[in-house]
């Protein structure tokens, strides 16, 4: 079972936006800014997309957006396009542990 | 150009060992947080164990404390894990990645597999 909670799955069509919640505990995803995001497709190295809860990594498209409420954290793509299909990882980090959500995989229809 | 490969990947009996490796160019490792990070086939990724950058501090996940270990040799810039005591759940993908809070650089993967 994975510390941080993930949807299995969600889907939109091309142009829309999504979101992709993760939910942890006051303990990790709540009590620090210390969320990120990781993009992977199959067969490949999974990807840094979102740092620190709402940090882009240079290169990485202004379609993709971070934040946190509480103990959720959220990663929001918009305009999605056919590439941005693929699995969807969180991860948070504390002084004791590193922690990744279970993933989701968004389909783009 | 940052570049981490990992290497020493293989099929391990139940209860052997293996250590894997994971050489860093374009970078110096002992500079950095480095990261262990698996995934078995079909499943989502899961930390496995961290080290700081001047390596007095180690954590590990609790499904491999006390039979893994995370090294580094600063001299042959190469990041390691010490895997022993192995069981067939530990099958997966080792990735090895560089990175404190978040894990920046990420290499490709060496698939270990354990089985009778």
């Known amino acids: 079972q994975s510390a941080l909670t993930q949807p299995a799955s969600v889907s939109g069509s091309p142009g829309q936006s999504i979101t992709i919640s993760c939910t942890g505990t006051?303990?990790?995803?709540?009590?620090?800014?210390?969320v990120s995001w990781y993009q992977q497709h199959p067969g490949k190295a999974p990807k840094l997309m979102i740092y620190?809860?709402?940090n882009r990594p240079s290169g990485v498209s202004n379609r993709f957006s971070g934040s946190k409420s509480g103990n959720t954290a959220s990663l929001t793509i918009s305009g999605l396009q056919a590439e941005d299909e693929a699995d969807y990882y969180c991860?948070?980090?504390?002084?004791?542990?590193?922690?990744f959500g279970g993933g989701t995989k968004l389909t783009v229809l | 150009e940052v570049q981490l490969v990992e290497s020493g990947g293989g099929l391990v009996q139940p209860g052997g060992s293996l250590r894997l490796s994971c050489a860093g160019s374009?970078?110096?490792?002992?500079?950095?947080?480095m990261h262990w990070v698996r995934q078995a086939p079909g499943k989502g990724l899961v930390w496995v164990s961290r080290?700081?950058?001047?390596?007095?501090?180690?954590r590990n996940a609790d499904s491999v404390k006390g039979r893994f270990t995370i090294s580094r040799d600063s001299a042959k810039n190469t990041l390691y894990l010490q895997m022993n005591s192995l069981r067939v759940e530990d099958t997966a993908v080792y990735y090895c990645?560089?990175?404190?809070?978040?894990?920046?650089?990420w290499g490709q993967g060496t698939i270990v597999t354990v089985s009778s």
């Open positions: 620190d809860v709402s």
């Open positions: 991860s948070s980090y504390t002084i004791s542990t590193t922690s």
């Open positions: 990645a560089r990175g404190g809070r978040f894990l920046e650089w």
């Open positions: 080290i700081n950058s001047d390596g007095s501090s180690t």
């Open positions: 374009g970078f110096t490792i002992s500079s950095y947080w």
């Open positions: 006051s303990s990790d995803v709540g009590g620090y800014n210390f």
